[in-house]
């Protein structure tokens, strides 16, 4: 009998260890879920705020530009308000950072191809001394055309439409359209990351037929201008602007630059780039506005993206 109700306490016993070790688990389980619930709904509420904060930053960028347009319609250069860089400022929870940059001061990727859908050899020249100027190869600029040309003709010799895609794996046509980002240079063919990170700084993605803002540019752009503008040429004349624009871009550029090339370079934009970030605690957003401002300075955005551009 004594032995009986000792084996009884200890199945007893085990039940009770058994028991309370479930109950552990299902708490543990409860207030793992719990948490991470809490965790997700804390960074729903900051994807939320931030998203808000973002749209605000894009709002305080159509103001300064439409500001702008007020102070200075025939001119737009480095030494304006809306090129100063808005350095991180505290807002509920975290810090929000913004800068705006002249996209008209970048080669227009789809200036290559005419609005009739012909190749511009202008723009392609321009392009291809680009190129040079970063040490690309210049021949994928023919590449480029075929990507944006409405014809599946390949370009001789440097060319690649469908053919060329149909081998890659997986398999793609040319888009035979106008870009809406810049980044879609990483589809074409024989075209890299390391090449997109040294590019990507000078190009754009822009309704075609855009002008190249001399007051914005940088040297190398100055340079893709004629085969007269070396590096020294560009940064001669990065000097002569200053802080401030060109008095007369005609007569800074006229003796370096063919006619046809004059016609297509201004000292105003239309178009401009906001990146925004902020952080609300450990989250972190980052938002690329294109803004488009037109000539009663209203200010909208035509393209935006979060994370990437
Ligand atoms: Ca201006
Ligand atoms: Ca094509």
């Given amino acids: 009998m004594i032995a009986v109700a000792a084996r009884q306490r200890g199945v007893a ?30 960074s729903a509420l900051a994807a939320d705020q931030g998203l808000l904060y973002l749209q605000g930053a894009e709002a305080w960028a ?18 304006e308000s809306w090129a100063i ?5 505290p807002v509920d929870g975290g810090a929000i950072s913004g800068r705006v940059e002249d996209l008209q001061g970048r080669f227009n990727l789809n200036n290559l191809v005419t609005p009739q859908g012909e190749e511009d050899q202008i723009a392609r020249r321009q392009f291809e001394r680009l190129l040079e100027s970063l ?3 210049p021949t994928f600029a023919g590449v480029v055309v075929d990507w944006l040309d409405p014809d599946g003709d390949t370009g001789f010799p ?21 870009i809406t980002s810049s980044s879609e240079l990483l589809a074409m063919s024989g075209f890299d990351l390391e090449s997109y990170r040294v590019l990507a700084p000078y190009v754009t993605a822009l309704p075609s ?9 940088p040297a190398v752009l100055l340079a893709s201008l004629s085969d007269d ?10 000097e002569e602007r200053g802080g401030a624009d060109f008095p007369d871009i005609s007569t800074s550029f006229a003796g370096d630059v063919e006619p046809d090339v004059l016609r297509r370079i201004d000292g105003v934009s239309q178009y401009f780039l906001l990146t925004a970030t902020v952080a609300i605690g450990t989250n972190q957003f980052t938002m690329y506005s294109v803004l488009q401002r037109d000539n009663s300075g209203i200010v909208r955005a035509i393209f935006r993206s979060l994370g990437v551009l």
């Fill in 229 to 238: 503008i070396d590096m020294a040429r560009g940064a001669a004349l990065i």
């Fill in 13 to 42: 016993v085990m039940i009770a260890m058994l028991v309370v070790a479930l109950g552990t688990v299902i708490a543990v389980d409860l207030m793992w879920n719990a948490s991470l619930d809490q965790r997700r709904t804390a």
């Fill in 158 to 178: 440097f060319g690649a439409e469908d053919a060329a895609y149909f081998s890659f794996d997986p398999p793609y046509r040319t888009s035979n359209t106008a």
């Fill in 209 to 217: 037929g855009t002008s190249l803002n001399v007051n914005t540019a």
């Fill in 62 to 79: 159509g103001e300064i530009l439409r500001q702008d347009q007020v102070d200075s319609i025939d001119s737009d250069h480095l030494g």
């Fill in 135 to 137: 040490e690309l190869d």
């Fill in 85 to 89: 860089e808005l350095p991180p400022m």
